[in-house]
């Protein structure tokens, strides 16, 4: 996963258009170091760390991100981020998503408290038909997970409202947000994520869009991104074989 966003990165390099990334590098093998790279935009709040949680001005994290993950994203920055395989417990539905938050939210939560299992941050919602429903969320089929601290805690396991898996790693392309949560928020991140895609076609969509929220109902000025896992498309000399020396016997 690290290495793809590498190439990629190294692709956005070579397009002239393009703002130059400086993606972290790993210095430990056993323990890489999660990654993310600013492709466009630029914010004026200072994104710091604070124990196991981030702030950035007003913004701030209740609790802590699972193992491995990447910092939050800074409102109206788009970035390139590499996230590890992650725990996770899902409550899948087709209600209208903005509606249907509550309905997943309890059965996840009351999952995780009969385990004692402590709340991380985000909350993931996956669509997984967006492109069809965005415009009849009558339509729309959602995911919305909790996420285990680590792959080590808890077990795999489903009942009739939750399941619980392990995720791939996932390379995305993300939008940093602030605001209330709603699905009109989470259309409008999708439409500025793909106009970036459009612009960057060393990228392509590899996946269904996500939100990630990040903050609790008694925090006013919520922090939230949206993310298309992504991968970067292989360029010709990549993809072809060279063509045979004509004086080649």
């Known amino acids: 996963m690290f290495t793809s966003l590498i190439a990629g990165a190294s ?130 089929q959602w995911e919305m997970s909790f996420l285990y601290q680590s792959t080590d805690v808890g077990k795999i396991e489903s009942d009739e409202q939750v399941s619980v898996n392990d995720s791939e790693p996932v390379t995305v392309v993300a939008i940093g947000q602030s605001g209330q949560y709603g699905f009109s928020r989470t259309k409008q991140g999708m439409a500025r994520l793909k106009a970036w895609l459009a612009d960057n076609p ?18 006013r000025v919520k922090w939230s991104e949206m993310q298309i896992p992504v991968r970067p498309v292989a360029r010709p000399s990549e993809t072809q074989p060279a063509p045979k020396d004509a004086d080649a016997s």
């Open 11 to 140: 692709l956005l390099c070579a397009a002239p258009a393009a703002p130059t990334p400086e993606p972290v590098v790993d210095t430990d093998p056993e323990t890489p170091v999660p990654q993310s790279v600013v492709v466009q935009g630029e914010s004026d709040l200072d994104l710091r760390k604070d124990g196991e949680t981030w702030r950035a001005g007003p913004l701030v994290i209740e609790a802590a991100l699972p193992v491995g993950y990447p910092a939050p994203t800074l409102p109206g920055v788009i970035e390139i981020k590499a996230y590890p395989g992650a725990r996770r417990a899902t409550y899948t539905s087709t209600m209208n998503p903005d509606r249907g938050s509550s309905r997943g939210f309890w059965p996840l939560f009351n999952h995780i408290k009969d385990r004692d299992i402590p709340m991380t941050s985000p909350v993931e919602v996956a669509y997984l038909n967006y492109d069809e429903a965005k415009d009849d969320t009558a339509k729309m």
């Open 202 to 219: 060393e990228w392509e969509a590899a996946g269904p869009p996500r939100s990630l929220s990040y903050n609790g109902p008694y925090i």
